[in-house]
């Protein structure tokens, strides 16, 4: 079985080489995914000897399933030169932090478009720290898994977060300037001009505590990784990988962050740039 693999992999490649239709086309409707070697493809799936991803597939999510060693990064990596050739940001998601997968998404982009703008967290810091103050606190929220014995506290953490991150004067805009927002002095202080919030503030004060250690927890494992000055989408190549932390549950805390901040992007600050989302 493996002979015989080995043996299809080398007639593909054979062909490729002689199929000019497998470069990028910037204006077909039609892009060319690789070789066909048989199967029951329809026709508009198909142009000669090679496959190709027909104009209503690709306005569709896709969803791409097989045994591990059965192309599935070679696809996203081809689907992603494709997205590139054609002028499109790509935002790339590795829920596994697989160096591997950061590195053909990147070096697939960049064969494309070469001199593009990329951006690798965590290597690289992210703004997290985008939108208004709702969303910083459903952003927030994200990082925390909650279950129903603990829904009131939850409850105590959205009221604090929000008064934090809404507070009079400028946006918080780093994990460090939250926990001090969080300080029962410093949050009294600022809303003693409002004289609901100070009576919510005040309530809360016995807690605050708790949310402030809750919230400086990820940002101590974080290390400043969600304070930089790029965010999401901003880069025509944004790729996001599962931060390697002594504590696991850390990274997937960081990770369900920025997953929240890109789900942001999309629905909020995204332009009118066609845009590929990839999550592996």
Excluded at 82 to 106: E, H, I, N, P, S
Excluded at 152 to 181: D, F, H, I
Excluded at 200 to 225: E, I, T, W, Y
Aim: glycine content about 10%.
């Amino acid at each position: 079985e493996q002979r015989r693999q080995v043996k299809v992999e080398r007639k593909a490649r054979a062909i490729a080489a002689r199929q000019p239709e497998l470069q990028v086309r910037k204006s077909a409707q039609v892009q060319p995914l690789g070789v066909s070697l048989g199967g029951d493809l329809p026709p508009s799936w198909r142009a000669g000897r090679v496959v190709v991803l027909p104009d209503h597939a690709a306005r569709l999510p896709e969803l791409a399933i097989g045994q591990s060693g059965a192309g599935k990064s070679t696809y996203i990596g081809r689907r992603v030169f494709l997205a590139a050739g054609q002028g499109r940001q790509v935002v790339a998601l590795d829920g596994k932090g697989d160096r591997g997968f950061v590195q053909a998404v990147t070096d697939a982009y960049l064969v494309a478009r070469p001199g593009a703008s990329v951006h690798v967290f965590p290597d690289q810091p992210l703004d997290g720290w985008r939108g208004d103050p709702a969303s910083l606190v459903n952003r927030l929220l994200g990082c925390w898994a909650w279950s129903i014995e603990a829904a009131y506290y939850r409850e105590v953490c959205v009221l604090a977060l929000r008064l934090a991150c809404s507070q009079p004067g400028p946006p918080v805009t780093s994990m460090g300037e939250l926990v001090n927002r969080l300080d029962p002095a410093a949050l009294a202080r600022s809303w003693a001009k409002s004289p609901a919030e100070a009576g919510l503030v005040k309530m809360l004060q016995p807690k605050l505590g708790d949310v402030a250690m809750r919230v400086a927890n990820p940002g101590a494992a974080v290390g400043g990784r969600l304070d930089g000055t790029t965010a999401v989408g901003e880069a025509d190549l944004t790729v996001i990988s599962l931060p390697t932390l002594s504590n696991r549950g850390d990274a997937e805390a960081v990770f369900r962050i920025v997953m929240e901040d890109v789900g942001h992007w999309i629905s909020v600050r995204k332009t009118s740039r066609p845009a590929f989302l990839v999550i592996d």
